[in-house]
């Protein structure tokens, strides 16, 4: 089975920061990273699918990239709203893991 | 507009039983593959099963493979998991999705969970 890892697991930052977020996963996976929002009580959200295409209504200063086993997802302007978890996803194969997540709060 | 409403969770001893449900509307449920995604309390996703659109494709996570059943019913546009042999470490919040297959499978639409609690 493929294992995802994300680092880092927590920061903090201020609005209007640029914040990057890394995932890894255990082995080869082409561009099959997705990468979804989490907010405290609330089902995740999609942001980005195939390392780097946003999906619709997602703000542009969400950006994806990467490939095979390291990715990046960056927001570049921080805004009160992104304050949430933040978890990869391969589905590359099954089972479709998840990184354990990235939990980005106010500094 | 899309909606995903899970129903069946509750407080059961291990050993036992749950059935989860899942009623979609909005979309057009029998030409997507489906999936439950769980998490525990306080803990990240972990996703357990998917079923493609007619049913013949089911996948499971290795830990729940011979006691969850995933299931489904195009006419009632609803998604099933059939929980036997329930352990603590099962509790958690079961979300249902639907999967997307372009550029790779991914998860456009969420429910907002049934919470299953395996407790004595």
């Known amino acids: 089975d493929i294992q995802m890892t994300q680092s880092p697991s927590s920061l903090s930052a201020s609005v209007g920061d640029r914040v990057t977020i890394t995932c890894r996963a255990s082995q080869s996976i082409r561009n099959y990273l997705n990468w979804y929002q989490q907010k405290p009580g609330k089902a995740p959200k999609i942001l980005i699918h195939?390392?780097?295409s946003l999906q619709s209504e997602v703000p542009s200063r969400f950006s994806g990239g990467g490939s095979g086993t390291d990715f990046t997802l960056t927001i570049s302007s921080l805004q009160p709203e992104d304050f949430a978890t933040y978890y990869c996803q391969q589905s590359y194969s099954t089972p479709f893991a998840f990184g354990p997540g990235t939990k980005v709060d106010i500094k | 507009e899309v909606q995903l409403v899970e129903s069946g969770g509750g407080l059961v001893q291990p050993g036992g039983s749950l059935r989860l449900s899942c009623a979609a509307s909005g979309f057009s449920f029998s030409s997507y593959w489906m999936s439950w995604v769980r998490q525990a309390p306080g803990k990240g996703l972990e996703w357990v099963a998917n079923i493609n659109q007619d049913g013949s494709e089911i996948y499971y996570v290795d830990s729940v493979k011979g006691r969850f059943t995933i299931s489904r019913d195009n006419a009632k546009n609803s998604l099933y998991l059939q929980m036997n042999s329930l352990r603590a470490e099962d509790a958690a919040v079961y979300y249902c999705a639907g999967q997307r297959n372009n550029y790779g499978p991914h998860f456009d639409y969420w429910g907002q969970g049934t919470l299953a609690t395996v407790s004595s």
């Open positions: 195939a390392a780097s």
